[in-house]
């Protein structure tokens, strides 16, 4: 019975967004906590007149005291909760992809929008990768990956641990196998009919950038001839450009000497090599200090926003960006142009682009409006899974 768990009560005047479904209960809302609460405690979240709302996992150590997973009051965070939590978001993915290869490589569960807050798990081929980004959550992680394992059954799960979680969450978890043998290195995928080499263990995030599947392949067919791929990583963007588009040359910059091998490495699997080069160089001022002029030019910077404090500096620094980009473009050149801080609303973001262009003096046109690919889904209660922004966009 939800009665029987402990009760954190609201202020006045905050209750309605958990009403609605919002599944971070931040701190500054909580008016009353029961004393001897543990981390990963079972709760249930009440108004400030003592009605209930939700059900959710208590964390003292993070902003965010209570992450809310079930609103069916009658309905305990339980073994079979999880797991049915878990099949979910996997036949999700299975009517996403239809095609063996494609589930193959994915991103299997993304955290809220799967309505399990604080787990990512992604797949490439026999193996998996698990983010787990909730201490509250992780206290349920063995039951979790025995699922996953029980499921999928993959020949190995490797744990990747996020920057600064044990500073936001006090995290304790580290890299490192979680059941079966360890990710091979190299591990292959194939994705957009292009082949990738990944490194799970020591890649960024989860070894893949798997969010811009769709826009890569949408950037291709506007991109033609001389292409500049800014924060290349391991060469999504380049090599898309040159398979499904009419680039006949593009030049990678990332500041990442093992993001270039990958990038070359990529080239050659796919011969491309000969119409691409990488440059291990800081992107920016790559941008700002090279003569050349492109007829493409491809942004997909770092998070520059991690909370809301970080707002302000974002936009400051997406604008240093596209007015460095538009200033290389020729007349008619593609920019497209990226933003992976979810704090920063789409409309935000045009705006950048918007004052970019004011200042460049360009004219600039929006062809495109993208975010997300589908495995990234976004919850209708929680915008802030809503993270990615991909802007296509003619300037002239």
């Given at each position: 019975?939800?009665?029987?768990?402990?009760?954190?009560?609201?202020?006045?005047?905050?209750?309605?967004?958990?009403?609605?479904?919002?599944?971070?209960?931040?701190?500054?809302?909580?008016?009353?906590?029961?004393?001897?609460?543990?981390?990963?405690?079972?709760?249930?979240?009440?108004?400030?007149?003592?009605?209930?709302?939700?059900?959710?996992?208590?964390?003292?150590?993070?902003?965010?005291?209570?992450?809310?997973?079930?609103?069916?009051?009658?309905?305990?965070l339980d073994d079979d909760f999880w797991r049915q939590r878990l099949i979910g978001a996997i036949e999700l993915r299975r009517q996403m992809f239809p095609k063996e290869n494609d589930i193959r490589a994915c991103?299997?569960?993304?955290?809220?929008?799967?309505?399990?807050?604080?787990?990512?798990?992604?797949?490439?081929?026999?193996?998996?990768?698990?983010?787990?980004?909730?201490?509250?959550?992780?206290?349920?992680?063995?039951?979790?990956?025995?699922?996953?394992?029980?499921?999928?059954?993959?020949?190995?799960?490797?744990?990747?641990?996020?920057?600064?979680?044990?500073?936001?969450?006090?995290?304790?978890?580290?890299?490192?196998?979680?059941?079966?043998?360890?990710?091979?290195?190299?591990?292959?995928?194939?994705?957009?009919?292009?082949?990738?080499?990944?490194?799970?263990?020591?890649?960024?995030?989860?070894?893949?950038?798997?969010?811009?599947?769709?826009?890569?392949?949408?950037?291709?067919?506007?991109?033609?001839?001389?292409?500049?791929?800014?924060?290349?990583?391991?060469?999504?963007?380049?090599?898309?450009?040159?398979?499904?588009?009419?680039?006949?040359?593009?030049?990678?910059?990332?500041?990442?000497?093992?993001?270039?091998?990958?990038?070359?490495?990529?080239?050659?699997?796919?011969?491309?090599?000969?119409?691409?080069?990488?440059?291990?160089?800081?992107?920016?001022?790559?941008?700002?200090?090279?003569?050349?002029?492109?007829?493409?030019?491809?942004?997909?910077?770092?998070?520059?926003?991690?909370?809301?404090?970080?707002?302000?500096?974002?936009?400051?620094?997406?604008?240093?960006?596209?007015?460095a980009a538009m200033s290389r473009l020729k007349p008619q050149g593609i920019l497209v142009t990226c933003s992976c801080s979810g704090m920063v609303s789409f409309e935000e973001f045009a705006e950048?682009?918007?004052?970019?262009?004011?200042?460049?003096?360009?004219?600039?046109?929006?062809?495109?409006?993208?975010?997300?690919?589908?495995?990234?889904?976004?919850?209708?209660?929680?915008?802030?899974?809503?993270?990615?922004?991909?802007?296509?966009?003619?300037?002239?």
């Amino acid at each position: 019975m939800s009665s029987d768990l402990p009760r954190i009560i609201l202020k006045p005047r905050r209750s309605q967004p958990f009403f609605t479904g919002h599944p971070w209960v931040f701190a500054g809302a909580i008016s009353h906590i029961p004393e001897g609460l543990k981390v990963g405690d079972e709760v249930v979240l009440y108004s400030h007149e003592k009605k209930a709302i939700a059900r959710g996992l208590y964390n003292p150590d993070s902003q965010i005291r209570v992450r809310l997973y079930s609103w069916n009051l009658d309905q305990p965070l339980d073994d079979d909760f999880w797991r049915q939590r878990l099949i979910g978001a996997i036949e999700l993915r299975r009517q996403m992809f239809p095609k063996e290869n494609d589930i193959r490589a994915c991103r299997l569960i993304f955290s809220e929008a799967d309505g399990i807050s604080g787990l990512t798990v992604d797949r490439f081929g026999d193996w998996l990768t698990v983010q787990i980004t909730s201490e509250a959550l992780a206290t349920r992680s063995e039951f979790l990956i025995n699922q996953l394992d029980e499921l999928l059954s993959p020949l190995g799960i490797w744990l990747r641990t996020e920057k600064g979680m044990k500073e936001a969450e006090g995290m304790t978890m580290q890299d490192g196998l979680l059941r079966g043998d360890p990710p091979p290195s190299p591990l292959y995928i194939v994705e957009n009919e292009l082949d990738y080499i990944i490194n799970v263990q020591e890649g960024q995030k989860t070894g893949f950038y798997y969010d811009q599947r769709d826009n890569r392949l949408a950037a291709a067919k506007y991109l033609q001839g001389d292409v500049l791929d800014v924060c290349c990583y391991s060469g999504g963007f380049t090599l898309n450009a040159l398979k499904h588009g009419r680039a006949t040359h593009v030049t990678g910059v990332d500041s990442s000497g093992g993001a270039i091998q990958l990038a070359q490495d990529n080239a050659k699997l796919n011969h491309l090599e000969d119409r691409c080069e990488f440059v291990d160089a800081d992107a920016l001022k790559f941008l700002t200090t090279t003569d050349r002029m492109f007829d493409g030019i491809i942004l997909d910077p770092p998070k520059f926003a991690r909370g809301r404090k970080g707002i302000q500096r974002a936009m400051k620094a997406y604008f240093k960006w596209n007015v460095a980009a538009m200033s290389r473009l020729k007349p008619q050149g593609i920019l497209v142009t990226c933003s992976c801080s979810g704090m920063v609303s789409f409309e935000e973001f045009a705006e950048v682009i918007r004052d970019a262009a004011a200042e460049t003096g360009r004219f600039v046109r929006i062809l495109e409006t993208r975010g997300q690919a589908a495995d990234h889904p976004v919850s209708a209660f929680c915008p802030e899974s809503s993270y990615l922004k991909c802007l296509i966009c003619s300037v002239e």
